[in-house]
């Protein structure tokens, strides 16, 4: 336990200025947000309001011109660094400089499946894309005993499909459309 | 009160409900084991498990079942494989993983599950007294003390994110905030902000999100890092032996005592929650320990591991106290606890204890109940969950990916939704890698309408924003979220200009 914690400490000592530039990028965007976010609150918003809608205390922009004027103070004093803050406290549990030490072609490629899979789900059925996608997962990771894990594949997504819209009464399509 | 816990007693003691508390914790313990995952996780994957109920007094067992299931389960695998799956549980590793490589893994999980159970049960019968004592204050408050009270737990959740981070929770609290206002609001039948996508129409589910921000990240850091899910190494031969001496006993049951109160305390406050509660509870007992028993601290001390144990569990009870009374959560996990009742249209707040008693106090005896099923069903099977640890992580990860994609496509039953999970959760990750809280969005997000709503309401009863003015209860609170923002920004900078002048 206290052998990493030393390492993570050391290292963000030695790059504190190094350090804060991701987190600072995302407060420009933050800003950025903010501010595209208040145009639409400030401007375009009220143009549509009726008339009726005008004589009220509140409008529907009312609130988000207040946390437009907020996000814009908070993320700029993130952007600006007003806040000290002290990397002692604080380790990273993954060192994103080092991202490409990380097994980072799995991970994209374990979301670029997620994204298949929502778009399949409907069309191809739940259990066919369901089977298909713990097998894809699997083989992504690096598995190959390919018997197992069609079996496993396979009995694990009739039985959820048989919980979900059997049990729990949630209607899932479970075979491709042309078949049902 | 006496009433009150009869009508508890009454809907708890029905199968249905009793299932409910087992297959909650059981659940939440099988799940709350694998590294990674935490509380909130779990408790998104399993909401539409308990939305399907229907019954929201069953559906809130089960999830506070789970809650504390999941804590326990945590427990078990920093115990075991130093690998925490919940960060609560941490401290418990400090002096646990020592006993279980010292051959005492069955004592060391002995005294977590009393620890575990005493600090839950304390928790749950302050929990009892505290509740409708604040209830009865709550009643008292209007839409503009309501605003107010919002605005002062949003930044106390900010304000407790620890020296350096003030900051960027309260732009992650921003973020949830307008995050909020996207779709049709109840107020106005005006869509707002959804850039002409339809299916944001009704705004973004707070599902996905939950998902999105806790579920995909920590498996995308498992994907990215193999070591984070330290498996293999869980000798079950070790768990075997289950039995804790007397003096142990009789050692621990005083740091039991201390940790459940100060423990059930810190969880109360908004933001603090059972981590914070963890690491304060083991630094007291190990400052107030006797010379001998404190260098003993950090190589298997028994009171060591209760302390942690005890206030984690007795912090998650009282996070109940906010969520019940004031409809308030102050963390993460009581947030999804908030949107799945809110999701069965059960509005917690002051008014739960009167219109829906049974849900108010069905879920308190429940949780003396789970934390009994914790102790006496749980505990002789953990050697056969146990196994659960060794499951290859290349089977383990396309099933946890699985399960988030469908925990948030049974609720909205689209694959837009899908995809808006997986590109909020690609943003989430960025954001944990930048050291950005998720909590506080989720929380604003949450808080996001109902904040909207009271302030809404108060500008129209008091024609514009002269209510600040003219309540002193709103004023006093909102004066009280400033300060709980700034003081602490204040006295750091303080803290280092003496610093800065001490050294030349």
Same mark, same amino acid.
């Given at each position: 336990m206290a052998v990493p914690h030393a390492r993570d400490a050391g290292r963000a000592g030695h790059g504190c200025i190094e350090s804060m530039s991701l987190d600072r990028y995302i407060a420009l965007v933050f800003v950025l947000l903010c501010l595209v976010y208040g145009h639409t609150a400030f401007i375009t918003m009220d143009q549509g309001l009726p008339p009726f809608m005008q004589l009220n205390p509140i409008w529907p922009s009312t609130f988000p011109k207040v946390l437009s004027v907020l996000g814009v103070l908070v993320g700029t004093s993130v952007l600006l660094g007003i806040?000290?803050?002290?990397?002692?406290?604080e380790s990273a549990e993954i060192n994103y400089r080092k991202l490409t030490e990380y097994r980072i072609g799995q991970a994209l490629a374990l979301l670029s499946l997620m994204a298949v899979y929502a778009v399949m789900l409907r069309p191809a059925g739940f259990i066919v894309s369901t089977v298909l996608f713990l097998m894809t997962g699997s083989a992504i990771l690096g598995e190959r005993r390919w018997i197992i894990m069609s079996a496993i594949a396979s009995i694990a997504s009739v039985f959820i499909w048989y919980l979900v819209?059997?049990?729990?009464?949630i209607f899932m399509r479970p075979l491709p459309a042309f078949l049902s | 009160m006496l009433e009150g816990i009869l009508i508890g007693l009454g809907t708890v003691l029905s199968l249905t409900n009793l299932l409910m508390v087992v297959a909650g914790c059981l659940v939440g313990t099988f799940i709350g084991m694998?590294?990674?995952?935490?509380p909130m996780s779990i408790i998104a994957i399993m909401i539409p498990v308990a939305i399907s109920i229907g019954d929201p007094a069953a559906a809130l067992i089960l999830l506070a079942g789970v809650y504390y299931g999941a804590i326990f389960g945590g427990s078990t695998s920093s115990i075991l494989i130093?690998?925490? *799956? +919940?960060?609560?549980?941490v401290a418990s590793s400090f002096d646990g993983y020592p006993m279980a490589r010292a051959g005492k893994a069955g004592k060391a999980l002995t005294v977590a599950a009393i620890s575990s159970f005493a600090g839950g049960t304390i928790g749950a019968i302050l929990l009892m007294a505290f509740a409708p004592m604040l209830a009865n204050v709550a009643l008292l408050f209007h839409s503009a003390e309501y605003f107010a009270l919002m605005v002062v737990g949003l930044s106390a959740i900010a304000a407790f994110a620890g020296s350096g981070q003030i900051g960027k929770a309260l732009m992650m609290t921003v973020l949830g905030l307008i995050m909020a206002t +996207?779709?049709?609001g109840v107020l106005f039948n005006l869509p707002r902000f959804t850039m002409g996508i339809r299916d944001l129409q009704t705004g973004f589910g707070f599902i996905t999100l939950a998902m999105a921000m806790f579920a995909l990240p920590e498996t995308i850091f498992l994907i990215l890092d193999p070591g984070r899910s330290g498996q293999g190494c869980s000798d079950t031969n070790a768990i075997r032996n289950l039995k804790i001496s007397r003096n142990e006993v009789r050692s621990i049951v005083p740091v039991v005592g201390r940790q459940s109160l100060q423990g059930f305390l810190i969880g109360v406050?908004?933001?603090? *929650?059972?981590t914070i509660a963890s690491f304060l509870g083991y630094a007291v007992e190990r400052n107030i320990a006797d010379k001998e028993e404190k260098a003993e601290f950090g190589k298997g001390s028994i009171k060591g591991l209760a302390a942690p144990e005890s206030a984690n569990n007795a912090a998650c009870t009282g996070s109940f106290v906010p969520l019940l009374t004031l409809g308030i959560p102050g963390s993460g996990t009581t947030a999804i606890l908030l949107g799945a009742l809110i999701a069965l249209s059960v509005s917690p707040g002051p008014r739960l204890m009167i219109d829906n008693p049974s849900v108010f106090w069905a879920v308190i005896i429940s949780m003396y109940i789970g934390n009994l099923i914790l102790l006496i069903l749980n505990l002789p099977l953990i050697p056969y969950i146990a196994r659960i640890l060794s499951v290859p992580r290349n089977y383990l990860i396309p099933f946890i990916l699985f399960f988030t994609l469908m925990g948030a496509y049974i609720g909205q039953n689209n694959a837009t939704e899908l995809l808006i999970l997986i590109m909020m959760g690609i943003i989430a990750t960025i954001l944990r890698f930048a050291g950005y809280p998720l909590a506080p969005a989720l929380i604003g997000f949450i808080l996001g309408s109902m904040l909207e709503n009271n302030f809404a309401r108060s500008m129209q009863l008091y024609d514009g924003v002269g209510f600040i003015l003219e309540r002193p209860m709103t004023l006093g609170l909102l004066v009280l979220a400033g300060l709980l923002v700034l003081v602490p920004g204040y006295r750091a900078s303080r803290a280092r200009a003496q610093a800065g002048n001490a050294a030349p």
């Open positions: 806040e000290k803050s002290d990397h002692t406290a819209d059997q049990v729990l009464g | 694998l590294p990674g995952l935490g130093n690998a925490p *799956g +919940v960060a609560s549980t +996207v779709g049709e406050l908004p933001g603090a *929650g059972a």
